[in-house]
């Protein structure tokens, strides 16, 4: 039997939905595997800064230091999106939690589901077989160099700053990865530009010696943009800094036809944290609308990172069971929508005993499961 702590931040507006979606696959898979997970709900954004006026109070810090991993559901509220003057903000939880766990590497796969092709806004010929992975440089560059105004307040400045090591060590991780796919490695960077851009291209081309394997090619971040929708196929491993990396990976969420379906990794040298990339989507807050799946393949994600490789497979395969029986929130399934609760019922149940032939699409909607 395996036993882990697990840590989930539930967060603000649709995050504890999606949320406890993930948690229902996760027992669901203790369930079958026989494994324990200590799953302890912790708040952090909006709803921390409510309760304690800190958006990342010390015993959640806490929590996440002493736990195996990290399972995050969204942060941010309308009230701080439309008050820029606010000292503090749900952002800046998440941007500590980030720096104190060192979580320096954002993992973000991409796939283009042949299913959901019709829901992209961009052609099936240019998205179709699309299977790409950007790694983002996540605790350097401007969101975390220094930041002000003059005393006037007529002029502000942020600072983006890297190090070498910074850039390696998330280098070696993507260099890796490319490794095992198809060997194929896209820097991107504004290098006739930025400076710290050049530093990034430098340390990239002298790794590149280790890794003859992988063919490394280069494109300024404005091109890049403009190819991930043009012909997103040619990428396999993008390799990126912070701010590059957030605007590229929300981006390249439309071939996959909604940003509900992306999953994402946060890792470091100790605690790896795991969060859908989509927002709160404080509209859907409550409504049952809001798709978990980007929440549920996060938990796979969590489960390969703690080697439990079968387990996270069989969530992918109840995923995708989802997917190919229309198993979907009204985003992607207008004509006869399920709701939130639904569609993590489904999956969670094919998880739990994906061998019986007995259960239906109603057995889930009115909670016949043995995990429900």
């Not at 975390?144 to 910074?166: I, L, M, N, Q, W």
């Not at 300024?220 to 701010?243: G, K, Y």
């Not at 990339?277 to 796979?300: E, T």
Request: aromatic share 6%; proline share 5%.
């Amino acid at each position: 039997m395996v036993s882990k702590k697990i840590a989930v931040l539930p967060g603000d507006g649709i995050g504890p939905e999606v949320c406890r979606q993930a948690v229902k696959v996760l027992e669901a898979v203790a369930e079958r595997f026989h494994h324990h997970f200590d799953l302890s709900s912790h708040p952090v954004g909006a709803c921390a800064i409510d309760a304690t006026g800190n958006p990342l109070p010390d015993e959640t810090l806490a929590a996440c230091r002493n736990a195996d991993a990290v399972l995050l559901g969204a942060i941010g509220d309308p009230k701080y999106d439309h008050n820029p003057s606010a000292k503090v903000r749900p952002e800046q939880g998440l941007l500590r939690l980030r720096k104190e766990l060192g979580l320096f590497a954002n993992i973000r796969p991409v796939v283009a589901y042949d299913v959901l092709l019709a829901h992209s806004p961009l052609k099936r010929e240019r998205i179709e077989g699309t299977d790409m992975l950007i790694f983002r440089e996540l605790t350097g560059g401007i969101y975390f160099g220094e930041k002000g105004r003059t005393a006037d307040g007529e002029v502000a400045y942020d600072h983006c700053t890297y190090s070498r090591p910074e850039i390696a060590r998330i280098a070696h991780l993507a260099f890796q990865a490319a490794a095992g796919r198809r060997q194929h490695l896209t820097l991107v960077d504004k290098a006739n530009v930025l400076e710290t851009s050049r530093l990034w291209r430098e340390v990239v081309r002298e790794m590149a010696t280790q890794y003859p394997e992988v063919t490394v090619d280069y494109l300024f971040v404005d091109n890049a943009a403009m190819q991930v929708i043009l012909n997103p196929t040619q990428f396999d491993v993008i390799l990126t800094e912070n701010m590059f990396g957030d605007i590229i990976s929300d981006e390249a969420s439309v071939i996959a036809g909604s940003m509900g379906l992306l999953p994402s990794a946060s890792i470091g040298a100790q605690v790896a944290l795991f969060e859908p990339i989509h927002g709160s989507y404080p509209q859907a807050k409550g409504k049952g609308i809001a798709n978990p799946i980007a929440a549920i393949l996060s938990a796979a994600m969590l489960l390969a990172h703690l080697e439990l490789h079968e387990e996270a497979a069989l969530v992918r395969e109840a995923v995708d069971e989802a997917l190919n029986n229309g198993i979907l929130t009204q985003e992607l399934n207008h004509s006869a929508p399920y709701t939130t609760e639904e569609v993590g019922n489904y999956i969670a149940f094919w998880v739990a005993d994906s061998r019986e032939k007995q259960w239906n699409k109603y057995n889930v909607e009115i909670g016949l499961s043995t995990i429900i």
